[in-house]
């Protein structure tokens, strides 16, 4: 079915424009088709900023973010239809950007995908014991220069003459 609508949707949109182009004139069609794509751009640039700030409060409270991150997605999935030339993708684009449609498709997806996530290992703010980072001194490490735990590893150190080469 995917192949299929993929073939169509130029032929769609073609004759969109064929359609338009007839009732508002040619000018006006183009002018349509270039407004969408500034819009597109303009509001792919405001809501992404949105929902970025949002995942980030959903990491800082210990909460998933995977509905934020679908919205993310859609938000990009909306501007990008907007930016390709055409009236089906813009219509299409503008609902993607309308929260009650993204909703719907939240439902929809997260019925039929199953979001695997850990974030247990996130500090939240004024909690730094819960955080799985940990942080060194300079004087709490060290690695004697020549020596690797592991002689196999592709990160081996150079000897000091071939360092100094490159």
Known sequence: MLPLLILALPLLEIAGFVVVGSEIGVLPTIGLVLLSAVAGSVLLRVQGFGVMA???TELEAGRDPSKQLANAAMIVLAGVLLLIPGFISDIVGILLFLPPVREIAWRFLSKRV???SDFSGFARRGQP???RTIDLDE???RREPGTNP????PWRSLPEDQSRRD
């Open 129 to 131: 014991g819960r955080s």
């Open 54 to 56: 949002r995942i980030r």
């Open 139 to 141: 004087d709490e490490f």
């Open 114 to 116: 199953h979001f695997a």
């Open 150 to 153: 592991n002689p196999d590893s």
